[in-house]
């Protein structure tokens, strides 16, 4: 390889880090001494939220309120005004220092936050007739929270939030269709910044309470080295079957994306690895870049932690959390066994081996190497799903036996490589406090989306919210499929310019009310828990949707493939995902609604892993050979009588707890189309590519 393609190559990997870097909260490095000022912060955040999960006792309004107030001062150190010098203004821009206006924003935000903490009797006894000062105060929160939004995140939600406050005082100029009483200033300010209704709401209280400790878990993860052993463990797996470093892709992401919330960082930690290898084996740049992001997006969608949606649907949804892990769980192992049919299918396309033997790692070696970071995870899930403890106890102990390992696995590395131990166990201490600094910044953009969003939630709590439902009524015609329809699309638009808890927040706060109370006009029941679910699908799935999709950008820049095709064929995988939360509105048995047993939920997820399989086949033209043009609409109707049983039942006139024989038809009709495609299957793949 060239000098000029190993630069490039450095280039694309530089410029994805950079995307995963901003993503995770590095906006400055300031020089000097005060480049100690932000990490420092961040540690001693990282150390209020660890003591309130175990010894510190606070209400959990205060516990709100300080989560704020730190995010909100990183982010006026931490993040310049513009990205980019405009109008010749570079002062504030900068990235090497941190100016005064800033430090003075920073001080001024985070007072505003911890307002209703310092005045928290006087703010009680006065609720609903609010002094000047309060108003002066709250309407700054707004105003800063709105900016600290717009700095971390981009213009999007800073912009709706805005739509929407607009609206709350314009309501009653409005046309006739969407009129709404309105408010006035008092009361705006007091259901948003004097009580738990708006911004000090549900989402910026798991963020507080929950979230942090599972960001800050999976910090701990990555700075101690788990995304490299996830990956090269996954390798050892999958690296010699037929296209194996994009298996080894989809299961590393998988893995990664079990801890990690973050799809960009998901990319940088896994594609800078996969994606060469890919190349490597015969995948196009644009395949190879498509498949990780298709693999790192849906790892939002992996139990246990799903990001910090997944705490959220269990306040919003008020069941256990573990009730949230049940329902996700089938839809997203079996859109993960699809990805893993969908690299076969491309592989088989164009004829590529795996990895030679010699090219993979020795399993049980890998397997060892990294062992002890199995420990906190199996700690993590013990806690969850057996114990079942809190999700923040669980994520504190789980953070406690990873701290322990950071501290240790230098020293044992160097003792056993008969080096000096003081220097390893010190450099074991900088990566503890390291990894605390990280999980703040990787928080602060979680933190300013639930409080942020937050503004639309309590706009929408005085009174928009039956209005809203109206509106999609008349939209939809009252129609419970159009009206799904309008629903994703809403969330892949809004979901393009915010992160996926942010467009969750909103999209539920908005449709999933909508979505039970349409279907009951239908004379259909829709659980709660499926309309939460298909809010959080398709918040998700913009993260790959053309024409932004940051994942795709990421990606590309690593591969060496343009963005928008990268997309494109990103989103073409995940179109096997997308048909999920369609299927289980309407099949609740994907979601293991009321089902309780073992037997039958394995079940309802081999059924749907085929039907999925089926549906990669149709949309990816290939199942053991190319598809003809009459076989499409076989392998769909194999989708939708495995996912949907009782739909075919009904129709067939079989009682519906017999729905399940009809899954013998499915699986009947698959090895049909087997049979049919099995003479056409090429006798003598192509040269495999040259390394």
Known sequence: MSEVEFSDKDEGIELAKRMAEEEEGIGRRPKGPSRFVIPTIGVAWSLFQLSTASWLILDSTYIRAIHLAFAMLIVYLNYPLFKKARFGLTYWSQTDRIPIPDYVLAVVAAFSALYIVIDYEGLSMRYGTPILRDLVIGAALVLLLLEAARRVIGPALTVIASVFIAYAFAGPYMPEVIEFKGVSLNRLLGQLTMSTEGIYGIPLDVSATVVFLFVLFGAMLNKAGAGQYFIQLALSLLGRFKGGPAKAAVLGSGMTGLVNGSSIANIVTTGTFTIPLMKKVGYTPTKAAAIEVAASTDGQLAPPIMGAAAFIIAEYVNVPYVEVIKAAAVPAFASYAALLFITHIEASKMGLRGMTKSEVPQFFKTLLAGAHFMLPIAMLLYELIVVRHTPDTAAFNACWVMAIIIFLQRPVVAYFNKQPLGPAFWQGICDIFASLASGARNMVAVALATAAAGIIVGVVAMGLGQLVTEIIDVLSGGNIYLMLVITAFASLVIGMGLPTTATYIVMASLTAPAIVHIGQ??????????????????????????PVGLAAYAAAAIAKSPPIPTGIQGFMYDIRTAILPFMFIFNSDLILHNINSWPQGLLIFAMACVGNFAFASATQGWFVAKNRFYEIPLFLTVTVILMRPGLIASLLGIPFEQRYYVYLMGL?????????QRPRTPKTLPSPAVA
Not at 668 to 674: C, M, N, Q, R
């Open 521 to 546: 006009m239908n004379d259909f029941i829709v659980p709660l828990m499926a309309a939460h679910l298909f809010c959080f699908y398709f918040g998700i799935l913009a993260d790959d949707t053309p």
């Open 668 to 676: 009947a009709l698959w090895g049909l189309v087997y049979l049919m």
